[in-house]
Structure formats: structure tokens, C-alpha cells
T-cell receptor
Framework: AQTVTQSQPEMSVQEAETVTLSCTYD???????LFWYKQPPSRQMILVIR??????QNATENRFSVNFQKAAKSFSLKISDSQLGDAAMYFC???????????????FGQGTILTVHP | GAVVSQHPSWVICKSGTSVKIECRSL??????MFWYRQFPKQSLMLMAT???????TYEQGVEKDKFLINHASLTLSTLTVTSAHPEDSSFYIC???WGTGGYQPQHFGDGTRLSIL
């Protein structure tokens, strides 16, 4: 079974600064997806960024980028030019590429609460 | 884009009653739906996976008779919390997807806050 670990329960950053959220995972699979989700106080789950394990290039989405280290099984999220609206709980998630009846199943880390100070 | 509607968004009921939560895919056929439970400031814990037309697969430790899941159509899955008690109070979220291979995104409902008095 896969596991996802986020070792930072809480993080804080000043507005306009950069912050990095950590995530490690454990799997015996070679092909999978990794995600970062954002959950603001409304509790809606918002997909921030996705990385395919077979791609060496790190994914980027505007101010959000990841540092994907497959051998180390590490997947950190960097938020640049932090904004007040970035304040939320962030979850790292793993998803197998294997098909079958559990296709699409996500395994989540414990979450990191990000506070953005004005 | 694809939308998943979850209803109700908030329900308060007395201990001992049963509560049904609906998860609908509005513009796509959801071959698989997932039900998660989340306590405040904690992670989403998968409760069960439901595939249209077949019995749900429950995660270890989840009571099948307490949390009844039905996925009768490709657009609707329901979670019924039977004989609910205060310890069942939580935030329940569904997600839906389609396909069995390649990348297809999972779409989340907005969640249901369940409070049992």
C-alpha cells in the first residue's frame, strides 16, 4: 500500500514571499501521479498541480511549482509571490496509474496548514 | 468543466436517525465514485469506492452496515449513515471520475457537514 507523509503540520509565510511545502511518499510502483490539492476554509478541494511520475520535468502552474525527486520519493510544492488567497490547508496526494475498479483512488498526506501574513 | 454536486451541504439531525448524502456527476458519467471522511484540520480518509452497478469496496475499519453506499447509475452515488450517533459527526466528501486508464481527473463535491445531536 502507498503512504504519503507531510511532516509540516503548519507553515507560515509573508505576503509576496516564497514558501515550500514538503511531501514524501512510499510506493513500490514505478508509474503514478502525484498531486497537490488546496482546501480553503470553504473546504472545497481545489487541484493546484499534477505531476506524472514518468516525466522528469517538474510541473509548474503560474506561481506554483514542484520539485519532484523520484528516487528520493519526494514531492515538494513551492509557492512564489505568496498571496493572502493562498492561505489554506494543502494536501499532497498519490494516485496509481494502474487501472481497475479502484482507478482514480487518491491517498492523501496529513495536510499542511498554510498561513499568509500581510 | 465537469461538476460534481453533493447534497445536502449541511445537515443536523437527532441521534438514531438515518441520513442520506447524494453525489451527482452533472455533465459526465462517473464510472467510479469515492467517499471520504474528514475531521477538522485532518486529512481525507477514504471510506469506500463505488463502481456503478456493483457493490462498494470498503476500506478496512469502515462499517459496511453503518455506511451504506449505493451507485445505482452512472451519475448518482449515495451514502447513507444509518442510525447515526454523535461520533458519526464529520465532513463527508465525494469525488467522481470516469475511465479505467490514462489520466482522467477526479472531481470533488463540495462536501456535507453532518452534525448528530
Amino acid at each position: 500500500a502507498q503512504t504519503v507523509t507531510q511532516s509540516q503540520p503548519e507553515m507560515s509565510v509573508q505576503e509576496a514571499e516564497t514558501v515550500t511545502l514538503s511531501c514524501t511518499y512510499d510506493t513500490s510502483e514505478s508509474d503514478y501521479y502525484l498531486f497537490w490539492y488546496k482546501q480553503p476554509p470553504s473546504r472545497q478541494m481545489i487541484l493546484v498541480i499534477r505531476q506524472e511520475a514518468y516525466k522528469q520535468q517538474n510541473a509548474t502552474e503560474n506561481r506554483f511549482s514542484v520539485n519532484f525527486q523520484k528516487a528520493a520519493k519526494s514531492f515538494s510544492l513551492k509557492i512564489s509571490d505568496s498571496q493572502l488567497g493562498d492561505a489554506a490547508m494543502y494536501f499532497c496526494a498519490y494516485r496509481s496509474r494502474a487501472g481497475g475498479t479502484s482507478y482514480g483512488k487518491l491517498t492523501f498526506g496529513q495536510g499542511t496548514i498554510l498561513t499568509v501574513h500581510p | 468543466g465537469a461538476v460534481v454536486s453533493q447534497h445536502p451541504s449541511w445537515v443536523i439531525c437527532k441521534s438514531g436517525t438515518s441520513v442520506k448524502i447524494e453525489c451527482r456527476s452533472l455533465d459526465f458519467q462517473a464510472t467510479t465514485m469515492f467517499w471520504y471522511r474528514q475531521f477538522p484540520k485532518q486529512s481525507l480518509m477514504l471510506m469506500a469506492t463505488s463502481n456503478e452497478g456493483s457493490k462498494a469496496t470498503y476500506e478496512q475499519g469502515v462499517e459496511k452496515d453503518k455506511f451504506l453506499i449505493n451507485h445505482a447509475s452512472l451519475t448518482l452515488s449515495t451514502l447513507t449513515v444509518t442510525s447515526a450517533h454523535p461520533e458519526d459527526s464529520s465532513f463527508y466528501i465525494c469525488s467522481a471520475g470516469w475511465g479505467t486508464g490514462g489520466y482522467q481527473p477526479q472531481h470533488f463535491g463540495d462536501g456535507t457537514r453532518l452534525s448528530i445531536l
